[in-house]
């Protein structure tokens, strides 16, 4: 497969897993009486989709290199707490708010870097990238230290979290990741 190929997969895996996310932050939202379970399962098969893109796109090699450029171990790490989320809920029903908190809060550390190599680069929407990671990161702090919920706040703060998590993403992709049809990579002479 072609390195172009690899980025175009990875930019618009990127973008329609960013849409899903935002449609479920959206839907948890509007029903937080949601059984509990089910939206752990939700978010547990979109960490490990995410968790796949994101290695895609690591692999890819991007005009910039910005937006996957810590993706390789954040993607496995997603993978495998996505499993956990899915496959282990009677142990974990207590902290799976812990886990996806975490998630979003790393997530959101790599994206706030990624937002300062944007403006490096003369990227214009940075200040963007930089505001919705601040504001995902506050909403994962929010999910890891906020204890006890109860389950309708939990469903609210997990869907506003996804909400977040997905728009960040999805300006991410739009803004960060550029494919070029005449770019010259590394491994090409």
């Known amino acids: 497969m072609k390195p172009i190929t690899y980025v175009k997969l990875a930019k618009y895996g990127y973008i329609i897993t960013s849409v899903i996310l935002i449609i479920i932050g959206i839907w948890l939202l509007f029903n937080p009486g949601l059984s509990i379970d089910f939206a752990y399962y939700m978010l547990g098969g979109m960490s490990i989709a995410y968790g796949v893109i994101r290695i895609v ?11 996957f450029q810590y993706d390789l171990a954040f993607g496995i790490l997603m993978i495998a707490l996505g499993v956990v989320m ?34 490096r680069f003369g990227i214009e929407r940075w200040y963007l990238i930089f505001g919705l990671a601040v504001v995902t990161g506050a909403c994962g702090m929010l999910l890891i230290i906020w204890l006890p ?18 728009a960040l993403c999805l300006d991410v992709a739009m803004s960060v990741i550029k494919i070029a049809q005449h770019q010259r990579f590394d491994t090409e002479r």
């Open 86 to 119: 899915i496959f282990q809920t009677w142990g974990i029903q207590e902290q799976a708010h812990t886990i996806y908190g975490t998630l979003l809060l790393t997530d959101s550390l790599y994206k706030v870097q990624v937002a300062i190599d944007s403006r």
């Open 57 to 67: 796109g690591y692999c890819s090699r991007d005009l910039y290199r910005l937006a």
């Open 149 to 166: 919920l109860e389950v309708r706040t939990t469903m609210i703060l997990l869907g506003l979290a996804s909400l977040f998590e997905g």
